[in-house]
C-alpha cells in the first residue's frame, strides 16, 4: 500500500530538472570531477610526503581511481579556465558542474542530460558553450 500514498512534501520540491533542490544543498558549491581528482591527489601527496604514512581506505581509492578515469580537464589552469567561463554565462551551479562533467557534444545532447536546459537557452547559444568548452579540452591533448 506504500507505493499508493502520495509523494511526501520531500520528495515534490526535489527535482534536479526543475533545478530544484534540498535547503541542504542551497549554500553548497558544486565541483567538477576534475576539481576532486585535484583534491584527492593533493591529500594523496601530503599522505607521502607525511612522516607516518597512513593507509587509505578502499573508498578513497575507488574515488581516486574513478576521479582519474573520468576527469575532463587535467591541468589546473585549464580547470580554473573552464569553471571561469562556465560561471559568466547564466548557469545555474548544477547545470555548471553537468556541462564540465559530461561535456556533451551537442545541444540536444546537453538538454538530454540536463533537462534543466531546456527553454532557457536557444541551441546556437548553448551550441557556443559547448564548443568553448570542446576548445579548452583540445589544448590538453
Known sequence: MAGLLPPSQTEAEEDAAELQ?????????????????MLLEHRKAQNESAEEEQEF???????????????SFKKKD???AVRSMLMQKKLHKYELACLA???????????ELIPSLEGRFEDD?????????????????
Open 21 to 37: 533542490f534540498p535547503k541542504e544543498f542551497e549554500n553548497a558549491e558544486t565541483l567538477l570531477i576534475s576539481e576532486v581528482h
Open 57 to 71: 581506505s578502499e573508498v578513497f581509492l575507488k574515488t581516486l581511481a574513478y576521479t582519474e578515469k573520468f576527469s
Open 78 to 80: 585549464m580547470i580554473t
Open 101 to 111: 562533467n559530461l561535456c556533451p557534444d551537442t545541444a540536444e545532447e546537453a538538454k
Open 125 to 141: 547559444d548553448l551550441q557556443t558553450i559547448l564548443d568553448d568548452i570542446h576548445t579548452k579540452k583540445s589544448f590538453e591533448c
